[in-house]
């Protein structure tokens, strides 16, 4: 069941909302992305793709523009904060041939999604700022979505595909109000112009420097000519969510003394800065109703410690596409997308809650323990280690 003549409309040009453009597209969908800013474009950070992401880019053929401006990633190693020691190594090589694992800078993503976009054919909208959504009244209604123009658009589907603060989430969903972790997050972006004895990006790698109360995360971007920096500390109270705030560098090397090495090299090149506080998001109860969905974060928002807030978003994309095609434009394809997506989704976001402080044992015993144990679990099982993860990266939604 294809989706030829459908009217769909999708509210976001981000990386869940041009790949869901994509994929009704490529059903026969009349698709139109809306987007508020007046053009596409991210100036973002780092992503990490990880495999599952990496599957639907496959399926959508942009997986060689995705390794042509990204790194393909061979390791994550945990380090110790100060001394730089590691910990751990995830060797990433023993995944299976066809899980590739990349960093990407989001722009980039976003330029190969969008151009993809534009090739096919879809219809994209800038300076579209939406006011509200409207579930259709009536079986045979239309879904409707206000501008702050006035303008008023219908169509048989509306995809909230609108991040942390959509519209299309507020129309479905009441209450459940995020609240703060007591997490600050940093994030930067630096020439890999350290000298050879401390550089840290020669080898496709993702550090992972480990403190009390705090952990400092870097990899390369951009084949090796740039390192991406997210830097987490705990924090007492936050005012505002949302990460295009700016700060002074100054603060971030205050708040991360003490990490030496590779780390401390690393934040003595930070000269452009990008602060945010993490907010924690209840998945909604509710993903659609009345001819609205949604996807990605308006959805699901997750905390970065498990890298797959875009990853969900590209599954999403596919997943609501294939629902629809096999079970129609109703309420049967809306509700299978959610069947086949909630459970997984929250098994994500629970895991990203759980992770954090795994990263941010005090000194003592439990983190002397904690780091014994993960000494020994890479020297005696190293492929256990990164096995345990298949749940997540072998889980390909275009199979």
């Known amino acids: 069941m294809e989706l030829n003549g459908h009217k769909i409309i999708i509210v976001g040009a981000g990386i869940g909302g041009l790949a869901a453009a994509l994929c009704l597209h490529a059903r026969g969908a009349d698709v139109t992305v809306l987007e508020q800013a007046e053009t596409i474009t991210e100036v973002g950070a ?81 300076l579209q700022k939406v006011d509200r959504v409207v579930q259709a009244s009536g079986p045979d209604g239309d879904a409707q979505v206000f501008l702050a123009d006035g303008a008023v658009l219908h169509a048989d589907l509306v995809v909230g595909a609108d991040g942390l603060h959509s519209r299309a989430r507020v129309a479905l969903n009441h209450g459940g109000a995020p609240f703060f972790t007591g997490q600050v997050a940093w994030r930067a972006v630096v020439p890999n112009s350290l000298t050879q004895a401390t550089q840290v990006t020669d080898a496709a790698e993702a550090q992972v420097f480990m403190g009390p109360g705090r952990h400092l995360v870097c990899y390369p971007l951009r084949r090796g000519s740039m390192i991406n920096l997210v830097a987490v500390t705990e924090r007492a109270a936050w005012a505002e969510e949302g990460w295009h705030h700016t700060d002074d560098p100054a603060n971030l090397r205050a708040a991360f003394a003490g990490f030496g090495g590779q780390a401390g090299a690393l934040l003595d090149q930070v000269d452009e800065l990008r602060v945010w506080g993490l907010f924690r998001h209840p998945v909604a109860a509710c993903w659609h109703k009345g001819g609205v969905v949604l996807l990605g974060d308006a959805a699901h928002p997750t905390l970065p410690f498990m890298a797959q807030g875009a990853n969900m978003a590209l599954e999403d994309a596919w997943v609501l596409a294939d629902s629809l095609a ?19 989704v929250v098994r994500v976001v629970e895991a ?24 020994l679990g890479g020297a005696l099982a190293p492929g256990r280690m990164v096995h345990q993860f298949d749940w997540l990266y072998g889980h390909d939604v275009t199979a």
């Open 46 to 126: 780092g992503l990490q793709i990880t495999p599952n992401g990496v599957a639907v880019l496959r399926a959508l053929n942009l997986e060689n523009a995705l390794a042509a401006t990204s790194v393909r990633a061979q390791a994550v190693v945990l380090r110790e904060h100060g001394s730089g020691d590691e910990v751990l190594r995830l060797d990433l090589a023993r995944l299976a041939a066809d899980q590739p694992y990349y960093f990407v800078h989001r722009a980039d993503l976003i330029d190969l999604l969008a151009l993809a976009v534009r090739q096919a054919g879809v219809q994209v909208r800038l």
């Open 326 to 344: 096999r079970h129609g434009m109703g309420e049967a394809g809306l509700a299978a997308y959610q069947a086949r997506r909630r459970d997984r």
């Open 352 to 375: 990203a809650n759980g992770n954090a402080w795994k990263y941010h044992l005090r000194p003592g015993p439990v983190r002397a323990a904690a780091h014994m144990a993960l000494r």
